[in-house]
């Protein structure tokens, strides 16, 4: 027999001429491989080179003693990027969900909206969990008692703010007076003292009342649940809705677009911004062997959960390899670890889970905003290590209550942590309230809280990533159900329209009409004609 060789599907005769057609082929594609290669991974590469290569500009700049006017102007390339993210975060998270949510039937939304909350605090508790048990395991306040915010030059952070206002505040967020000033300012409550009267001293009499302010800020919370009703009300809206949802549609593909030319930018900004923050960096020795443990504590909480626990929970629905997931978010995660901010890494990460992973537009763009706002596993990984790591430095020994307040208020905290960089010193503050410790060492957490955010803020859009990645999953298994439940009704349909087309030709052939026609046709051209 001849051997046969085969160019593009088709059997041919073997000869020399075909041999070097099939090797240049094999030479072409390994090239066009290659090729094919950088092309879709080109941005990834550029991300991470712009990290390694802003590191070693900060060390070189650093060792020029630059003034803080200097460093401003070389920090400006990477103030430029974060301005542009910030920038594109009001029209993307709004746009995005409105047309999510209209997107999706109101059966849908409510199951997958279900399924997204309890995927988001339930791994939100495992963080908080493991957070707590590592802290209790490396011990990092024990021994560290004589550390203070003195010892190490850093000025006092004090928060004074009532645990009930902290939620209090959080619900008001949701429902904002004014969804104009919501894009720009959010609500905060503050405290007067207000004379009341005099004791039988005669000395004024002093109470600490609660009044509102309006920090700067956008109201993130307040903006995702109008953009997710307003969605779902123009799709109750029918015909009439159609040409405003057409409108956010078009408003966030438009969106989309700017976000694939700023991702260009990222590379040369995140450059400036790590090297910038390496030329800020104070005494790094000094804090690193202060703060080593806690600093170790959090960074191996945020390996543990976001290495094991996460991928181990995607793995779990979809059963389906997690880390091919995450390869194709190098981008979005190097944006995560240089910006230390969820909101910023948001048009990144829709872009690259739709592209890179395929996720269904609906799902990823309904799913993402909300998880950048509500989810923060990594921040309660740290801020439970930090209470305990405040509670150990003031030689307090915490009750089995007092760890299940920190748990649950970390959890519950996290939805309200803006998604910016050092957002979570604040819950923290809120979670030593609730356990009665005082907030005068929170200036300690602050000094180092610009090495653990950056794992945190990646730990944070990792979760949400794989989040989306389960959703549409599940959505995908729901569609198959259906397809197939469609195809057995008309299997079944096409089954009862044979047999009643069966059961018509029966009663044709046994009708006594038909058989006295059939026995005419039978008979001689005579008969017929007889009968006729």
């Not at 020795?285 to 626990?309: C, N, P, W």
């Not at 309904?366 to 150990?392: E, K, R």
Request: hydrophobic residues 50%.
């Amino acid at each position: 027999m001849e051997k046969k060789s085969e160019i593009n599907g088709h059997a041919m005769p073997n000869s020399a001429s075909t041999d070097l057609m099939v090797e240049k082929n094999a030479k072409k594609s390994l090239t066009e491989k290659l090729m094919e290669f950088l092309r879709k991974n080109l941005l990834v590469i550029m991300t991470v080179s712009g990290v390694l290569v802003g590191v070693g500009l900060g060390m070189m700049v650093r060792n020029m003693n630059l003034t803080k006017a200097q460093m401003t102007y070389f920090a400006f390339p990477g103030e430029m990027l974060l301005r542009m993210l910030k920038m594109i975060i009001l029209p993307l998270v709004v746009c995005s969900l409105i047309s999510g949510a209209a997107s999706l039937d109101t059966r849908s939304l409510g199951k997958l909206g279900g399924i997204a909350v309890a995927y988001f605090l339930v791994t939100t508790l495992i963080a908080s969990g493991i957070g707590v048990a590592l802290a209790f395991i490396i011990k990092p306040g024990v021994g560290a008692g004589a550390l203070n915010t003195n010892s190490l030059g850093l000025e006092s952070v004090s928060n004074n703010k009532e645990t009930a206002d902290s939620f209090l505040d959080l619900a008001r967020n949701l429902f904002p007076s004014n969804l104009v000033a919501a894009a720009f300012r959010s609500y905060a409550t503050d405290y007067k003292m207000v004379a009341v009267g005099n004791d039988t001293n005669g000395t004024a009499l002093y109470q600490k009342v609660p009044i509102g302010t309006e920090p700067d800020g956008m109201n993130i919370l307040g903006l995702v649940l109008f953009a997710m009703v307003f969605g779902v009300a123009l799709r109750k809206l029918g015909e009439e809705g159609e040409e405003l949802i057409r409108f956010f549609n078009a408003f966030n593909e438009a969106t989309m677009v700017l976000v694939s030319w700023i991702m260009w930018y990222i590379p040369f900004g995140i450059m400036f911004l790590v090297g910038s923050k390496i030329v800020e960096m104070e005494d790094v020795v000094l804090l690193v062997t202060s703060l080593g443990k806690y600093i170790f504590a959090s960074i191996l909480g945020h390996i543990i959960h976001g290495g094991i626990v996460l991928p181990l929970i995607y793995f779990g629905f979809t059963r389906k390899n997690p880390f091919s997931f995450l390869s194709g978010l190098i981008t979005p995660f190097t944006t995560a670890f240089a910006t230390c901010s969820s909101s910023a890494t948001l048009p990144s990460m829709i872009k690259c889970v739709e592209e890179n992973n395929g996720v269904d537009k609906r799902i990823s763009r309904f799913i993402l905003p909300i998880g950048a706002t509500v989810n923060m596993d990594g921040a309660a990984i740290f801020q439970c290590i930090a209470a305990v790591f405040i509670a150990q430095l003031n030689n307090v020994e915490l009750n089995a209550g007092q760890i299940f307040t920190i748990l649950v208020t970390a959890t519950a905290s996290s939805v309200g942590a803006a998604g910016i960089p050092a957002g979570g010193i604040i819950t923290i503050a809120i979670i030593l309230e609730a356990i009665g410790l005082p907030t005068n060492d929170l200036s300690l957490m602050l000094a180092v809280d610009w090495i653990v955010d950056r794992t945190t803020t990646v730990v944070n859009v990792e979760g949400d990533a794989l989040g989306a990645g389960i959703l549409h999953h599940i959505n995908q298994q729901e569609m198959k159900k259906k397809q197939a439940q469609q195809q057995q009704q008309e299997e079944e349909l096409a089954e009862v329209r044979v047999e009643a087309v069966a059961n018509v030709q029966a009663e044709e052939e046994t009708s006594p009409l038909v058989t006295h026609q059939t026995k005419a046709l039978g008979a001689t051209p005579e008969a017929i004609e007889s009968v006729l």
